[in-house]
């Protein structure tokens, strides 16, 4: 097989977002917006958590589900970090957060 007919290639696996179906994505966000619960996505840096979310939030935002973005890396400050806390601590109960 010539390299360049490689699946796993570097540049054909950069072109995925990530791997899962219309359908599941659908599901996901019907899920996260019956949630009565805090959910959040866990995994390494660069495996596609953001990119995901950012997807399923395009799904429940056309559901018309209020929502709000909690973002916090390694250089927040402890005020960021509180602030993110005081949101799940106290979360309103209209809006679903995504993290």
């Known amino acids: ?14 072109k ?3 791997r899962i179906d219309t359908d599941s994505l659908e599901e996901l966000a019907l899920n996260a917006t019956s949630l009565n619960a805090p959910a959040c996505i866990l995994g ?3 495996t596609g958590k953001t990119t995901l979310l950012e ?3 395009r799904k429940v935002t056309t559901m018309e ?3 709000a973005w ?8 402890i005020r960021e970090r509180k602030a993110a806390l005081d949101k799940l601590l106290h979360p309103s109960t209209d809006m679903l957060y995504f993290m």
């Open 1 to 14: 097989m010539k390299a360049s007919q490689n699946p796993f290639r570097t540049d054909a696996v950069a």
């Open 16 to 18: 995925l977002r990530y």
């Open 44 to 46: 390494p840096e660069g």
């Open 55 to 57: 997807d399923i939030h």
């Open 65 to 67: 589900q209020n929502t």
């Open 70 to 77: 909690i973002r916090l890396n390694r250089d927040s400050g």
